[in-house]
C-alpha cells in the first residue's frame, strides 16, 4: 500500500510527541487519536466553512465536522457574530436568561417535546434521562442495543460503538457490575430478543433506549417488518409494559432532518435527548420529553439534576443561531450534497472492485468496507465483520489528497451547509487512488 504523504505532517507529529506526554493518548477523546488507522492525528490551527486547516499547513476538506456539529459549516459568520455579542455581555451568570427560553422553544417547534432541560453534553443528557425514567417509573432496568452509542455513562458503557468498538474494549474497567446489572444489552433491530426481555422482566423495566437512527456503529436504519419501523415497535412494546420509550437523538437530532430522524419516521418517543448540532459547535445539549415527565425533574418535582455551566450564554447563542439558520433549504442542499457524495463512492469502490455497503439515514451516512457478501449491515455484529485494513489505506490515501475521513470505519461522514462544488470535485478526485489503495489492502 503506498500513501501519498500529504505536504508535511512534522509538526503534528511534534505536537502528538508533547501531547502523549501530558495527556493519556495525547487525546481528549478517544477516537481522535487514529489508532484504528494508525499514523498521526493532525493538530489543527483553525477551521472554515468546509475546510478545517492543520498545524502543518494542510488545508482539508473535512468530513468530520466535529463529529456532527457544524452542520453550517465552521465558523458561520453569523454564528461567530452571535457568540462574540453574548462573549461581550458576560460569559456565564448562573441565572436564566431568555435566549435559553428561544432555545428551548426552537427545540419544541421541532420535535415532539413539550419541555427540555439544557445540559453540556450528549453523555449529559442521556444520563439525566436515565435517572428522570428510573424516577419516574420507580424501576431499575434499561434496555439498550449492542453498537448503540450514549455518550460514556456507565450504565450505558456496555456494548457501546464507535470509540469503544475502535478500541476494542469490552465494556470497560471502572463500571461497576452492580451499575451494569440493571442494563441488558440486545442486538439492534432484534425484535424477537426484545419480545423475549419483556416477556421475562416486563415489570422491571424503566425504558428502552436507543439511538433514533444509530450512527455511532457506521449508519443503521430501524428497520421495517409488517409495514411497522423498529422504533415504532420499541414505543408500543415498551408502552405495553408500562415502561418508556427514549430515543436518542443526539446524533441524527437537527441533522438527518429539520426534526431529526423523527423527521423521517415520525414515531413519537416519551423522552428524547439532544446534542451536537443544537450547540453549534459549543457545548450544549438537552433532554426533553411531555411535560408531564418533564415535570418530575427538581425544583418542580424530586428527581435531582443541574448544572453550573447548563444553559451558558455563549452555547445558547451559538445553538440558537444555528437552529434558526437551519432553514429546509439548507437540508435539501445537504441532503443532495451526500446523494451525489454516496454515488461517488459507489463508483469510485465498484470501478476498484471493493466489496462495500453504503447506508443513509437523511444526509447522514457511512461506508462499510465489508469483507464478505455482505449486502446491508443491520446490526453490530454484521458491522463488525469489516476490513479495518481497507479502511485504513483508504483513509489515508483521502488524507494525502486533503481530504479528512472520520478516523474510523465504526464512523459516520457528516457534512454542512458550506461544502460547496469546490470542495465536494476535490472529495470526487481524490477517490479513486483511495478506492485502489483499499483494493490492494483487502486483496
Ligand atoms: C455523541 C453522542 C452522544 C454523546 O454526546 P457527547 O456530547 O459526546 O457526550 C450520545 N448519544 C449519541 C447518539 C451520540 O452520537
Redesign the pocket.
Known sequence: MTVRPAASTVRSEAAFERAQAVTPGGVN?PVRAFRSVGGTPRFIARASGAYIYDIDGNELVDLVCS??PMLLGHAHPDVIGAVADAARRGTSYGAPTLAEVDLAAEIIDRMPVEQVRLV???????MSVLRLARGVTGRNKIIKFAG?????VDALLAAAGSGVATLSIPGTPGVTEGTTLDTVVLGYNDRNAVREAFASFGTEIAAVIT??A???MGVILPATEDGIGFNAFLAAIAHEYGALFIS?????GFRVSRSGQFGLDGVQPDLM?F??VM?GGF?A?AFGGRAELMQNLAPVGSVYQAGTLSGNPIATAAGLTTLRLATPQVYQQIDRTSATLRAEVAAALDAAGVPYVIQNAGNLFSVFFVTENVTAVPDYATATQQSTGAYAAFFHSMLGSGIYLPPSVYEAWFLSAAHDHRALNRIVEALPAAASAAASASG
Open positions: 477523546s463529529w456532527g453540556n453534553s450528549g453523555t449529559e443528557a442521556t448503540c452509542y450514549h455518550g460514556h439511538e433514533a444509530p450512527g455511532n436518542d437523538e443526539v446524533m441524527t435527548t446534542g451536537k450547540g457545548p445539549a
